[in-house]
């Protein structure tokens, strides 16, 4: 037990006939001018409780009845003008669906006279300890949450005799820090009126619903701000918090992704206006309002069924993504509410939202354009490891680049010229070959006029070079085979994928005495067996972003309902580069009444 005073200046906790006195100042000093304004009283010796149990209901109503306060949104006024009493067996049903509850007590003689006329109280009645038991309940707050995202304030009263002494402000402070150690941070403070400049000085913004509550929230070191000032976008973002529901694509069935979503009852994709919205699941997990998502071939693979991870349905889609901080966890310390970030997600990231762990979050630099960066991690992050990371890509070695007008194949063409190789591009049709000669390759051989070997080895010899040094291989099939025949002595093979359906056999026999060495590549198991790699590699390709060594190309972009074209475009191999799905910023104005 202990004794509390107010933590922003209240009054000594000893009686006045214990306090010290200020030291004697000499008569030809001159005295400063003594200021009364807002001069608090002294905050008298208080208990507070966090205990259901030390709240007694009839104490409780005689409380609201001192106070002339209702539990009642809309109470009965009797003709003296004051609030009917409430119903005791309601108070207790109001207090059983708490979250939290604070009760200050204090001792019985000082709610009668005030503290500073209370000298004179017997020396042994100040002796005894003060409890919930000993003392009389003079003050009382309460919160109502989801126990998981947000908070109502509620009942904020203070004992006529003992207001203006700090007691009201404390009880406000111990119920946000018992919200914030769960990880709450959107409260709202529901009060009237004459309430409103209570809440205002202690901190409490003007809410952006434009309803007459308040809210709190929490950005970086600043506890108590107002909303609108620290994220004045966030508008349909807070209307999504209170509602919890956002939308989302969610496969509900393996099949074709290419059928428009919700066109008949068997359609594997569907369109989800009311999805849950995704919950902070630990102190360091930061929400994620949704900017942009990449499709990628696997994101194809996986509502077919055909892909090497099967997932239980239904599922949300997931690949690499950009958007804004929505709401962090109260043990973030690298990402405050609006900051720009990227990432990855197995699944989850075709919605509004998604929640992350603080330490799979990539702060995107300013100058990255938002959208492009959400096409970052998967595609550039594959052929970056496999590049930079497993095949050690040194300049003036010669790379050849299979399916080089896809995302990882692009990305591969880039990345590779950023290393000072020599770089050999294979694609099919003129646009797709005009578009990579514009990216600086130095050779690009189009498949639509003729074959690999004979075109590559006339580039080789005209450039004096023996052969290929790292094959890059997204495609498979039967152009794995042929592309072999180019590769030189002790040659790199990064099997990256199998985008023509079938999985090449590369002779271990040839292998051995060639000593080529061969790569698989699973970008995504290095989230659980080395996530060191993606870290480093990420960083350095945002960096690359930045200073403008890589250029992240987006093909098309669709909105959510028009997903189906986005795997049709994947399917029929019309995409040069990336493919995105898109959500808008919110700009909704809506107005809600708690």
């Avoid at 209702?70 to 207090?95: C, M, Q, T, Y």
């Avoid at 017997?122 to 998981?148: H, Q």
């Amino acid at each position: 037990m202990a004794f509390l005073r107010s933590i922003h200046g209240g009054g000594s906790l000893l009686p006045k006939s214990q306090t010290l006195s200020p030291p004697k100042i000499s008569n030809n000093i001159q005295k400063p001018p003594i200021r009364h304004r807002h001069r608090r009283r002294p905050t008298p010796p208080i208990f507070i409780s966090t205990n259901l149990s030390d709240v007694n209901p009839i104490h409780l109503r005689d409380l609201c009845a001192t106070c002339n306060h209702s539990f009642h949104r809309f109470p009965n006024i009797l003709p003296d003008g004051r609030s009917e009493l409430v119903d005791v067996e309601k108070l207790r049903l109001a207090l059983r669906h708490s979250s939290v509850v604070v009760s200050v007590f204090s001792r019985p003689e000082l709610v009668a006279s005030p503290p500073e006329s209370a000298a004179g109280v017997d020396w042994y009645r100040r002796m005894i300890p003060l409890t919930p038991v000993t003392g009389k309940l003079i003050g009382f707050g309460r919160a109502v949450s989801d126990s998981s995202l947000t908070a109502s304030i509620y009942d904020v009263m203070v004992i006529p005799t003992l207001q203006r002494r700090g007691i009201g402000r404390m009880i406000l402070q111990r119920i946000i820090r018992l919200l914030t150690n769960k990880g709450i941070y959107d409260i709202a403070a529901l009060c009237s009126d004459q309430e409103m400049n209570f809440f205002k000085a202690c901190g409490f913004g003007d809410d952006i619903l434009e309803s007459t509550t308040m809210m709190y929230t929490r950005s970086g070191n600043d506890m108590v701000v107002t909303v609108s000032a620290v994220f004045p976008q966030s508008r349909q973002s807070k209307i999504n918090t209170h509602l919890k529901k956002m939308e989302a694509l969610v496969c509900r069935t393996l099949g074709d992704p290419t059928t428009p979503p919700d066109s008949s009852e068997t359609t594997a994709l569907t369109i989800s206006k009311s999805h849950p919205l995704p919950s902070l699941t630990s102190p360091t997990s930061i929400r994620v309002r949704i900017k942009s998502t990449s499709l990628n071939y696997a994101n194809y693979l996986q509502v077919l069924g055909k892909y090497q991870e099967k997932f239980a349905l239904p599922f949300v889609p997931g690949s690499d993504y950009s958007g804004v901080v929505d709401s962090v966890g109260p043990g973030v310390s690298k990402f405050r509410v609006g900051d720009r970030v990227c990432s990855f997600a197995g699944l989850g990231s075709f919605a509004q939202f998604i929640v992350a762990d603080e330490k799979d979050l990539f702060g995107v630099p300013e100058g990255c354009d938002l959208v492009a960066a959400g096409a970052l991690p998967v595609a550039y992050g594959t052929s970056h490891v496999a590049l930079v990371h497993r095949a050690n890509l040194k300049s003036g070695q010669v790379l050849l680049v299979l399916g080089a007008a896809g995302g990882v194949g692009l990305a591969a063409v880039q990345i590779g010229k950023v290393c000072g190789a020599t770089v050999i591009a294979v694609a099919r049709g003129t646009e797709k070959v005009e578009f990579l000669k514009s990216m600086g390759v130095d050779h690009v051989v189009d498949l639509s006029k003729g074959g690999v070997i004979e075109n590559v080895k006339a580039f080789l010899k005209t450039k004096r070079l023996k052969g290929v040094d790292v094959l890059y291989d997204p495609v498979g099939g039967k152009l794995t085979k042929e592309s072999m025949k180019l590769l030189n002595w002790g040659a790199q093979i990064l099997v990256i994928g199998f985008a023509s359906g079938e999985v090449p056999l590369i002779p271990a026999n040839i292998a051995l005495v060639k000593n080529w060495t061969i790569h698989g590549l699973y970008w995504g198991s290095y989230k659980v067996n080395d996530p060191s790699v993606l870290e480093d590699s990420l960083k350095e390709l945002l960096s690359w972003l930045a200073r403008g060594l890589i250029n992240i190309y987006i093909s098309h972009s669709y909105k959510l309902q028009e997903a189906n074209l986005a795997f049709s475009d994947i399917r029929d191999r019309k995409v040069i580069g990336k493919v995105m799905i898109t959500f808008d910023d919110p700009k909704t104005k809506t107005s809600s009444k708690l």
